[in-house]
């Protein structure tokens, strides 16, 4: 990262007085103040919330998209390793001198008239927002940061909208109330537009907003499907004119049918006719840091709440056993770590706890009390995941394995320091 991208990231962390403030009025008027009200953000736009599976959704239909010839340009948060994660064009991590311009094309326009305070988050948003509109690709998908009526991302009217799923987090913003939840999911609808459900379920404050917008709906399960096939699976889908279609022999994208079955869905949608080989290239070769993710023995998944958490003590189950299968575990002190530990215990035989620092963080010590108090197996309690990672390194036999989640910071720290050491 150039030091001119560290120095703007520096400043924007210290300049709003709190670190997620929901709501779309500064961010709407600088966006009028970037003209990005007054110019199509891309040929066509893609806006995807939900609590699980946006990451992978985003990732499949970026692929899927590239594989047919449509440039794309997508935003996504948050990042693993480098900030220049959250924006990618055409599949590539954008530049650090476009992400610079970007902050300063924001400065300015927040700046050009009575200044406007803006977080982390929504500067860095409208940056994203700034420099796809000057690219001007075919494509833009944009993931939902928080909820998504008040998040910045729903300052841009989509063309499409995708809910993948609605389950309990962020309840410090979103509350426990999962009607309440699918409203504010249900924001970035928008009236007579196509919804792509990635659901077979969500609360009734999601049909009740499709209705009122006469959005027309297209369900998981019953518009569309995946279909196991024995090693392969089937996806059947139609378009907006009705046209059904098929495809035979799909191969396993290592990220969930559901999301890949969303995913095609939506294309077909774009208008885009789904052609097998591009297809079956899309899916065989998509990648998705952090899900599900393998390093050797190590699996690294961002995992931070219990229904993703039993999808990935789901997909571990269908391994082989091995000989013992160690949870390296670091849980942000306003997630529901007890929950966590029982959806992920099936699959982990002991624990590593890690700390996480910053305000929402949790120490090494109370996750291991947590550990405890399920009567689970807990091996050691380190400050970090990077100290976990070498504490683990020391004494990990070949016939073992780790699975390093919790949070996006979890194995953001043991991915870094995984990598550090394979250097």
């Not at 959704?57 to 010839?69: D, K, P, Q």
């Not at 959250?86 to 700046?111: I, S």
């Not at 940061?145 to 499409?160: E, F, W």
């Not at 947590?370 to 309690?381: F, N, R, T, Y």
Request: hydrophobic share 50%; with cysteine; charged share 20%.
């Amino acid at each position: 990262m150039s030091a001119a991208l560290d120095a703007w990231l520096a400043r924007l962390e210290r300049q709003h007085p709190v670190a997620i403030e929901l709501g779309l009025e500064r961010v709407a008027t600088v966006a009028t103040r970037l003209g990005l009200s007054e110019r199509p953000l891309a040929g066509q736009v893609v806006t995807v919330a939900g609590t699980n599976g946006k990451g992978s959704t985003v990732a499949l239909l970026e692929r899927l998209a590239a594989c047919h010839g449509l440039s794309t340009a997508c935003y996504t948060s948050p990042h693993l390793l480098r900030y220049n994660e959250r924006l990618r064009l055409d599949g590539q991590p954008a530049e650090d001198a476009l992400l610079v311009e970007g902050f300063e094309r924001v400065e300015a326009a927040r700046l050009a008239g009575e200044a406007v305070s803006l977080t982390y988050f929504e500067a860095g948003t409208l940056a994203a927002l700034w420099a796809i509109a000057e690219r001007q690709p075919q494509l833009a998908i944009l993931e939902v940061g928080l909820g998504g009526r008040l998040d910045a991302v729903n300052v841009i009217d989509p063309d499409i909208a995708v809910i993948t799923t609605i389950a309990h987090d962020h309840a410090d913003f979103l509350g426990d109330d999962l009607d309440g939840i699918g409203f504010e999911k249900a924001g970035i609808l928008r009236p007579a537009r196509p919804a792509v459900l990635g659901s077979r379920q969500l609360p009734a404050s999601v049909s009740a907003r499709l209705g009122a917008l006469a959005a027309p709906a297209y369900w998981l399960g019953q518009a569309f499907a995946p279909q196991d096939q024995g090693g392969s699976w089937q996806w059947q889908g139609s378009d907006a004119q009705g046209a059904r279609y098929e495809l035979d022999s799909l191969p396993d994208p290592g990220l969930p049918l559901d999301n890949a079955a969303v995913a095609l869905q939506v294309l077909t949608l774009l208008g885009i006719t789904p052609q097998l080989e591009a297809v079956r290239e899309a899916l065989a070769t998509v990648a998705l840091p952090g899900r599900l993710q393998w390093l050797d023995n190590w699996c690294l998944d961002v995992a931070h709440n219990p229904h993703a958490a039993a999808y990935v003590a789901e997909r571990l189950a269908a391994r082989p056993r091995p000989t013992r299968r160690i949870g390296l575990l670091g849980v942000l002190g306003d997630k529901d770590a007890g929950a966590l530990i029982a959806a992920l215990g099936p699959a982990v035989d002991a624990w590593v706890a890690v700390g996480l620092d910053g305000p929402r963080g949790r120490s090494a010590a109370a996750l291991g009390e947590s550990i405890e108090a399920a009567g689970a197996s807990l091996l050691a309690s380190c400050d970090s995941p990077a100290a976990g990672v070498a504490w683990l390194r020391e004494r990990l036999g070949a016939d073992e394995e780790v699975l390093v989640c919790g949070s996006f910071l979890t194995v953001a720290g043991a991915l870094e320091a995984l990598t550090a050491a394979a250097v």
